[in-house]
């Protein structure tokens, strides 16, 4: 998946969830992704919401091959590990 995919993605959430990524970056990977979020201007909706799908469709399919395990926890939010 092409990273400005994901900068397109991450616009269009809130800043726990930005963070959430950002976090798990390295400071110059998280400083770079948010110069390209920030580089993007305004993004249709219609944009991101595709995006978004994208990135989940890709998320079950690595589960569906065993990749990556999606759990759910209370208040039925999914996690990704």
């Given at each position: ?22 976090g ?23 944009d ?12 079950k ?11 759910k ?9």
């Amino acid at each position: 998946m092409e990273k400005d995919k994901l900068a397109i993605a991450l616009k269009g959430t809130n800043e726990m969830v930005r963070e959430f990524f950002f976090g798990d970056m390295t400071a110059c990977a998280a400083k770079m992704l948010r110069d390209d979020m920030e580089a993007l201007g305004p993004v249709r909706l219609r944009d991101v919401d595709e995006v978004q799908s994208e990135m989940v469709n890709v998320a079950k399919d690595l589960a569906a091959r065993g990749e990556i395990m999606i759990t759910k926890n209370k208040g039925d939010d999914e996690l990704v590990y």
